[in-house]
T-cell receptor, first 119, second 107 residues
Framework: GAGVSQSPSNKVTEKGKDVELRCDPI?????LYWYRQSLGQGLEFLIY????????KSGLPSDRFSAERTGGSVSTLTIQRTQQEDSAVYLC?????????????????FGQGTRLTVV | GQNIDQPTEMTATEGAIVQINCTYQ??????LFWYQQHAGEAPTFLSY????GLEEKGRFSSFLSRSKGYSYLLLKELQMKDSASYLC????????FGAGTTVTVRA
C-alpha cells in the first residue's frame, strides 16, 4: 500500500481479554517499530524489527506483550490478559534502515494507530 | 540507554518565531529527526540532521551539534495551524523519541 496501515483503528476490550493489533508496513521497508502513546504523553518504544535480525524487545513493558513479524512484512502486536493501564494508542512505523555515516534520509512513516481501551 | 530531553510546553504569538531545544545522550548516533504531531493524529516527518549545521526547509529549520548532543527546531512566521506537539527523535540503531513539546500559537 501507499502508507503504513494499522487495524483495527479502535478496539474496546474487557479487562483480562487478549487483543491482537495489526500493522502492514510500506512495501520494501525492512525496519518496523511499535510504539505506545498514552494521552498527552510521548512515544514509548516497545519493539523494533529489522530484516531477519533478532528483534529488539527491550521496550516491552511486561511478558503479557509480544510481537511477531511474518515474512518480513506484516506485524502483529499481542497483549494478553489486558489491564486498564494498557489503554493507549499503539502506533506502528516503518522505514528503510539507516546506514551510518551517510546522509540517507531514513525517516519513519507512521500508521494512524490503534486506540485501545480496556474497560 | 537513551536520554532525550525537550521542554514540555511553549507558547508563542502568530507571526513570531519559536525555538524548541532538544538535548540527547545516546549510545550511538545515526541522525536526529523532528516530527510534528497534531492532536489525535499520527506523527509526521519534519526534518532530519545527521551532520552538524543548519537544515532549512521553508518556515522550519533544524540545527544539530553532535559534539554538544544538541539540536533545535526553529519555527518562523508562526501560523495557528502550527499548534501541535513537536517530537525530537534520535536514531542510534533504532528511533527513540523525546516526550515532545506542545506548542500553542495564540492570535
Amino acid at each position: 500500500g501507499a502508507g503504513v496501515s494499522q487495524s483495527p483503528s479502535n478496539k474496546v476490550t474487557e479487562k483480562g481479554k487478549d487483543v491482537e493489533l495489526r500493522c502492514d508496513p510500506i512495501s520494501g521497508h525492512t525496519a518496523l517499530y511499535w510504539y505506545r502513546q498514552s494521552l498527552g504523553q510521548g512515544l514509548e518504544f516497545l519493539i523494533y524489527f529489522q530484516g531477519n535480525s533478532a528483534p529488539d524487545k527491550s521496550g516491552l513493558p511486561s511478558d503479557r506483550f509480544s510481537a511477531e513479524r511474518t515474512g518480513g512484512s506484516v506485524s502483529t502486536l499481542t497483549i494478553q490478559r489486558t489491564q486498564q493501564e494498557d489503554s493507549a494508542v499503539y502506533l506502528c512505523a516503518s522505514s528503510i534502515p539507516s546506514r551510518g555515516g551517510t546522509r540517507m534520509n531514513t525517516e519513519a512513516f507512521f500508521g494512524q494507530g490503534t486506540r485501545l481501551t480496556v474497560v | 540507554g537513551q536520554n532525550i530531553d525537550q521542554p514540555t510546553e511553549m507558547t508563542a504569538t502568530e507571526g513570531a518565531i519559536v525555538q524548541i531545544n532538544c538535548t540527547y545522550q545516546t549510545s550511538g548516533f545515526n541522525g536526529l529527526f523532528w516530527y510534528q504531531q497534531h492532536a489525535g493524529e499520527a506523527p509526521t516527518f519534519l526534518s532530519y540532521n545527521v551532520l552538524d549545521g543548519l537544515e532549512e526547509k521553508g518556515r522550519f529549520s533544524s540545527f544539530l551539534s553532535r559534539s554538544k548532543g544538541y539540536s533545535y527546531l526553529l519555527l518562523k512566521e508562526l501560523q495557528m495551524k502550527d499548534s501541535a506537539s513537536y517530537l525530537c527523535a534520535v536514531n542510534d540503531y533504532k528511533l527513540s523519541f523525546g516526550a515532545g513539546t506542545t506548542v500553542t500559537v495564540r492570535a
